[in-house]
């Protein structure tokens, strides 16, 4: 019999690829308002959560457009942001404490302020945008409560495909196939992550009962001009790259913490591959070769 995992988020860009990728081995049960569950409603999470014979909640929904979030600023707890991401992973927190259910917790690099030359799982976070902010009161509430919790940091995640949204990979590529100019930053230093280890790394934790927080995260980080460049490597593409200044491209918009390099060694030595940036590249290539096939 198959496990049963109580999600959230399974609509969205990483999560519809966990569930596809992960339904054999696991049974998923949807928390979102497709379902009748809004997240932010403490009682629609009190009762799923508590109706369910799931052990795990996997909680993967939140708002992460930063720009839209660094809008609802002005708000403080009453914009989409903070009640979301705040809001209702406290709902989540509350109802697994209840329940004594275990929580994944699915935050991102940005709760770094960019000012090291890396990061490990051991580093303070220090956010520098709204978005960044309430996914580390986010983080807070799950470590403090007193449940069985793991926190999963992931870092711009792409696949080959998915129609719903595009990720920076796709972006880019579409980009270049249409012939317009890709401005490139060359001071941003990030690290991709292919969505597909992200689920095999989830895999294990959803199994087994690992605390703590993991940084599930490719293995490569370079600039975006860097990653642009291989882009068009891979997939033979002539691409019109203009390099610019973060100062440049970032104008206007919500500040951005410049320099993520996380490393992964700590899920790495339970035997989880992240792959590099290139090598993720090759099989979204591969990938998207068989769809046309």
Request: aromatic share 8%.
């Given at each position: 019999m198959k496990?049963?995992?109580?999600a ?9 690829r ?9 049974e ?19 009762k ?11 909680h ?22 903070w ?51 309430t996914?580390?009161e ?20 792409y696949?080959?495909s ?7 990979v ?10 317009e ?7 941003h ?23 703590g ?12 001009l860097?990653?642009?460049?291989l882009?068009?490597q891979?997939?033979?593409l002539?691409?019109r ?21 996380l ?31």
């Amino acid at each position: 019999m198959k496990k049963q995992i109580l999600a959230t988020g399974l609509s969205g860009l990483v999560g519809t690829r966990i569930r596809e990728l992960l339904e054999d081995s696991f049974e998923f049960t949807d928390l979102s308002l497709a379902t009748g569950v809004n997240i932010t409603d403490s009682e629609s999470v009190e009762k799923s959560v508590g109706d369910s014979e799931a052990r795990v909640i996997l909680h993967m929904a939140a708002k992460t457009d930063v720009d839209a979030c660094e809008d609802d600023q002005v708000l403080g707890e009453e914009g989409a942001a903070w009640m979301v991401n705040v809001g209702g992973t406290e709902n989540i927190v509350t109802a697994a404490k209840k329940t004594g259910k275990r929580v994944i917790y699915i935050s991102t690099d940005f709760v770094f302020d960019g000012t090291k030359e890396f990061y490990t799982e051991k580093d303070s976070p220090n956010p520098v945008n709204w978005y960044a902010r309430t996914k580390y009161e986010g983080e807070k509430l799950v470590a403090a409560a007193d449940i069985n919790s793991t926190i999963v940091r992931i870092a711009y995640p792409y696949r080959s495909s998915f129609s719903e949204k595009k990720d920076f990979v796709r972006r880019i590529k579409e980009k270049m196939e249409k012939g317009e100019e890709v401005k490139a930053v060359t001071d941003h230093i990030f690290t991709p992550t292919f969505i597909d280890d992200i689920a095999s790394a989830l895999k294990l934790l959803l199994a087994t009962d690992f605390p703590g927080i993991y940084h599930v995260v490719g293995s490569q980080s370079l600039s975006t001009l860097e990653a642009a460049n291989l882009i068009a490597q891979m997939f033979s593409l002539k691409a019109r790259i203009t390099p610019v200044v973060r100062s440049e491209y970032f104008k206007g918009k919500a500040f951005r913490p410049f320099k993520l390099r996380l490393k992964n060694d700590k899920i790495a030595k339970l035997g989880v591959k992240m792959r590099r940036f290139d090598e993720g590249l090759e099989e979204v290539k591969k990938q998207l070769t068989k769809q046309d096939n």
